[in-house]
């Protein structure tokens, strides 16, 4: 709902909804004029936007135009590779081979003894929403998505709340292990004296 009521206020924008796809949510599309998707599942995470008079286009290009197209390409690495190494600190094995990392969304396995529904309802207690795995990776994985106006600091509280959960339902972690190794990366990326994966085996270092 956070997200939701900060998204409802940018200019242009009239009506927001960010929230899983579930059945409830999927049943108040209609009243903000938008179709309700044939294709959802409750893992989905759902983002609706009502905008008028292209003022919300006009926003999005002007918020662009200040980055530049280099500056939100170097963010998304550094988001990106903040987030693998952050995972993996935790204990996350990685689903994609590095050759094919995105740099929008991270997949990665959930570590042994982890139950999906449990760690994801203490998740959204802590008003954190992060994606399960579909399909025949439903309850094996979880997705990070790392796609648009997300900023190092973001991953990082993302990271200081998985660990929270983790320590508080028993989980092995080691506290600070992921917020560390997610900003190691993180700052080694912008330095720009590495690649991303770089950047991510030298935050693996204690």
């Known amino acids: 709902m956070q997200i939701s009521a900060a998204l409802a206020g940018t200019a242009g924008v009239e009506r927001a909804l960010v929230a899983m796809a579930t059945e409830l949510n999927l049943d108040l599309l209609p009243d903000m004029g938008i179709e309700r998707p044939t294709a959802a599942s409750p893992n989905d995470l759902l983002v609706a936007v009502v905008a008028r008079d292209g003022q919300s286009l006009a926003t999005a290009l002007d918020m662009l135009e200040r980055e530049g197209l280099d500056g939100v390409y170097r963010r998304h690495a550094t988001v990106a590779a903040a987030t693998r190494a952050g995972l993996e600190a935790l204990g996350f094995r990685l689903f994609a081979d590095p050759d094919h ?69 028993g989980l092995p972690a080691t506290a600070g292990a992921g917020v560390a190794a997610a900003e190691r990366a993180g700052l080694a990326t912008i330095a720009g004296g590495s690649t991303s994966r770089e950047a991510e085996t030298v935050a693996a270092r204690p």
Do not use: C, Y
């Open 101 to 169: 990392f995105s740099q929008t969304v991270t997949n990665a396995w959930l570590p042994d003894g982890v139950e999906w529904k449990t760690l994801n309802k203490a998740l959204l207690e802590r008003n954190l929403v992060i994606a399960g795995g579909q399909g025949k990776l439903a309850g094996k994985t979880l997705r990070v998505g790392h796609l648009g106006d997300v900023d190092l600091d973001d991953i990082l509280a993302v990271m200081s709340v998985l660990e929270e959960v983790m320590l508080a339902t």
